[in-house]
């Protein structure tokens, strides 16, 4: 049985002159351990497509199973990053990470035992008490990782956890993601990444959906088997950027 | 066709909502009658009495703040809710912050000495329900505001978490509103300062109450002409409010900072902060200070709450349930109470209106037109200082700052302090009374101008100014094709605030009682308060307090709302 299965996804909102559709017929299945890019041009509703996973924006038509089942209003077992970081100004790095685990009731000593779990694998030894507007985008986003792990989640929802920062430090956060992705203590397995970098995509992840835009629609389910750590400068990983880029230039 | 179909929605909520405070209105001075009269030893003003005095009037202040304070923060997120909370809750928020309360202490005075049967605990609640009413309103929308523009992601990632209700508000919504609700509190205590003195001098001119506090105190003393207890209450009420700024208001304004939004971070009001940051060395100990002695009470109560067994209650369908019925319950009844208002109110109304009219009701369009040309004299008298003094301000950056640290001191001060100082010299000098009113008229309007037009002139982009200057443009013609263009919505906005405190200073200043004497003009103002304190004819209570405030609504609807539409449009410095 998949971890996740979308069943035939639709969302469409109603606006003053008609509806407009954000997704269309999607299906697609997500095993358990997998680490799955959704790749698509702006406005082909990926990120409500993430957002319909998590439960924070109800489908029109269509059913989203989670281990078998139809999961009631947010699926507290998924935790999500954030573009934008989504952090609480007035909360200092520490809280902040510790705020989900409040709200689920996780015991003090737990909380703190996560929190300082999770501050030191991001990497954030030394900002326990820094407020977010202290820090750099890189180590706001660091925040935001560590935020979701401390979950613990079975799924870990990423939407364009990268694309607010600078192409360099964009580079050392997709490598320390997959560091604690592939150690054998990692908390989370599976990863459902949103985002409009192909290349990015291909690096990360071992299949890739390709959506195209406005109303998504799935374009192609690829299997990427290069080899890691991957070389972005192999033949076979400009192939396949380029395989993906016509995907998505022929639709539109 | 569509804008025909707007504006008569438009009038149609706007007669609902003036049919509304009718009746609200109407049930005030049904309650009249019941009233006996109230008679209080006059008091002393020796200068001893003064800390007395003060501490009257301070906690009525906070008393007054602390109901304003808790309304502002339900009604705010109450009215962020949704769309149908914000399109009732908002206009209604609207009106209330254009009528001029002052107008409504004589009808608060009788509304809750009626309900505390006679006692001065009816005039006090009367004057801390006035003060409320000046301070509630700016703060509620400070609140509404916070909350409707709290960033999506914030929302949502509360959300993905399963966050909710208490943890909710105390993560995310309550401190979203600090920085507003901060700086909406220094204003609504300027404004409550106000409207105190105000209170306490009327209940020592023209009624029979006597309220003790600095501003009766200050009206007593003029009365008997003795200015040196005036001067001693004057400095008395300026080192309250220069304390108050000094030990709360610039820690707390730093304070706020830590719950602003870094989008926001370069606003004028950051900067303004960071200089009294600078000034105020005391500002950060005093921090620390209250945050330690905040953690001191806090900490048991923490570590007592992470003891006890946690149940989530919201798991449990039943408490669901009952707690939605509970609500339901609630609303409806709030709703209903309303309902009942309206309708006893405007039984009220149309009883008070049936009776026969005094021969004064003919003089109300005459009035009505002397008070608003009044108003427009001292409208123009502080244009007049106003507008060079921020053109100047413009081009000299230095005198700008002087300039605004000048007004924020100067129009700290209640403007209604004054008031007993300048009815004595000025009657005393001219014995005019036009005079004397056009001076009161114009302290309670001119401050908002200067600080909006002062406000509008920091927020002129660097780059505009130094592309006039690269250009060549002469200082007039930088004014002409920059400035005054750049500054047209805050002289707007400026204006719409300026007269609404000009309308309550006319209620103030058309009608005197000093020495035993009574002053009086032709105008709104002069009606309603004789009829008020000397005729008690509640038919012409009613009509002059009816006409003032239906000519402040169509005013602002029909002059100010437009003219604020036209200058937001085409003068805004975004492209």
């Known amino acids: ?252 | 066709m569509k804008t025909t179909i707007i504006n008569s929605r438009k009038l149609f909520t706007g007669t609902l909502s003036f049919l509304i405070l009718a009746a609200i209105l109407a049930l005030f001075y049904a309650y009249r009658e019941h009233t006996g009269v109230l008679h209080a030893p006059r008091f002393s003003v020796s200068a001893r009495e003064l800390p007395y005095y003060a501490f009257c009037s301070f906690y009525r202040m906070l008393a007054a703040y602390a109901l304003a304070l808790i309304f502002s923060i339900v009604y705010g997120l109450a009215a962020a809710r949704g769309p149908a909370w914000e399109r009732v809750m908002i206009p209604a928020i609207d009106i209330a912050q254009s009528v001029p309360v002052v107008g409504f202490f004589p009808a608060a005075v009788y509304f809750f000495v009626a309900l505390a049967h006679g006692s001065r605990l009816g005039v006090e609640f009367a004057a801390i329900f006035l003060i409320f009413t000046s301070q509630a309103w700016n703060m509620a929308l400070g609140v509404f505001e916070s909350a409707k523009t709290i960033p999506a992601d914030s929302i949502e990632v509360l959300q993905s978490f399963g966050i909710n209700g208490w943890l909710k508000l105390k993560c995310l919504l309550l401190p979203a509103c600090v920085p507003k609700l901060v700086y909406n509190s220094i204003l609504s205590w300027v404004a409550g300062w106000y409207f105190l003195i105000a209170c306490e001098i009327i209940t020592v001119g023209p009624t029979h109450y006597r309220l003790p506090g600095l501003g009766s105190y200050l009206m007593e003393a003029a009365d008997r002409g003795r200015s040196g207890e005036i001067v001693a209450g004057l400095l008395t009420l300026l080192a309250i409010i220069v304390a108050m700024d000094f030990l709360i208001w610039q820690p707390l304004s730093i304070w706020s900072e830590k719950f602003r939004y870094e989008f926001a971070a370069s606003s004028p009001q950051t900067e303004a902060i960071a200089a009294i940051a600078a000034l105020n060395r005391l500002g950060p100990s005093i921090l620390r200070g209250a945050r330690k002695v905040m953690l001191t009470i806090s900490g048991p109560i923490r570590r007592f709450g992470e003891r006890l067994p946690r149940v989530n209650l919201a798991a449990h369908p039943r408490f669901t349930l009952a707690l939605r019925r509970v609500r339901t319950v609630v609303l409806l009844g709030l709703i209903g109470f309303m309902v009942y208002v309206v309708i006893v109110g405007v039984i009220a109304l149309f009883r008070t209106l049936a009776q026969p009219w005094p021969a004064e009701a003919r003089l109300i369009p005459a009035a009505t037109g002397a008070s608003i040309a009044r108003l427009v004299v001292a409208y123009l008298i502080s244009l007049a200082w106003i507008i060079p003094c921020t053109l100047a301000a413009s081009s000299n950056p230095r005198l700008r700052q002087q300039l605004a640290s000048v007004a924020e001191i100067v129009g700290s001060v209640p403007a209604t302090a004054l008031f007993p100082l300048i009815v004595m010299f000025v009657i005393k000098v001219t014995g005019g009374m036009n005079l004397a009113s056009i001076l009161l008229i114009l302290t309670g309007m001119q401050w908002y101008l200067l600080f909006n037009l002062l406000a509008g002139v920091s927020q002129i982009p660097e780059d505009l100014k130094e592309a006039a200057r690269s250009f060549g443009l002469s200082r007039v013609g930088t004014w002409r094709k920059l400035v005054l263009p750049a500054i047209t919505p805050s002289l707007i906005t400026g204006s719409i605030t300026a007269w609404g405190g000009g309308w309550n200073a006319l209620i103030l200043s058309e009608y005197f009682v000093y020495q035993n004497h009574t002053y009086e003009v032709l105008g709104l103002g002069a009606l309603l308060d004789s009829a008020t304190y000397r005729t008690g004819n509640s038919v012409m209570i009613l009509l002059s307090l009816l006409s003032m405030v239906a000519v402040v609504l169509v005013l602002n609807r029909l002059v100010w709302r437009k003219l604020y539409n036209v200058a937001t449009e085409r003068y805004r410095l975004d492209y």
């Open chain 1, 1 to 252: 049985m998949p971890l996740l299965d979308l069943r035939h996804l639709s969302k469409s909102y109603p606006q003053t002159n008609g509806i407009l559709r954000v997704i269309e017929d999607i299906s697609a299945t997500v095993e358990e351990g997998e680490f799955i890019a959704i790749v698509g041009p702006s406005g082909c509703g990926k990120s409500t497509l993430l957002r319909i996973v998590n439960g924070i924006v109800p489908i029109s038509s269509g059913q989203v199973l989670y281990k078998g089942r139809q999961v009631d209003g947010i699926n507290l077992e998924c935790a999500m990053v954030f573009q934008s970081f989504a952090l609480m100004p007035w909360l200092t790095v520490e809280d902040n990470i510790e705020l989900p685990l409040d709200a689920m009731g996780v015991p003090l000593a737990e909380r703190r035992r996560r929190t300082g779990l999770y501050i030191d694998k991001v990497g954030l030894d030394g900002f326990e008490e820094a407020y977010p507007r202290e820090l750099s985008g890189g180590m706001k986003q660091r925040v935001g990782l560590a935020r979701a792990l401390a979950v613990e989640p079975k799924l870990l929802l990423m939407d364009e956890p990268f694309s607010a920062l600078d192409a360099l430090t964009a580079i050392s956060l997709r490598e320390e993601l997959l560091d604690i992705w592939r150690l054998p203590d990692s908390p989370v397995h599976t990863i459902l990444l949103v985002t409009h970098i192909i290349e990015e995509a291909i690096e990360l992840a071992d299949r890739i959906l390709v959506l195209s835009a406005g109303p998504g629609r799935v374009l192609a389910d690829l299997q990427v088997d290069l080899p890691r750590p991957r070389d972005r400068r192999s033949e076979a990983f400009n192939m396949l950027v380029d395989k993906v880029f016509s995907l998505i230039e022929e639709r539109s």
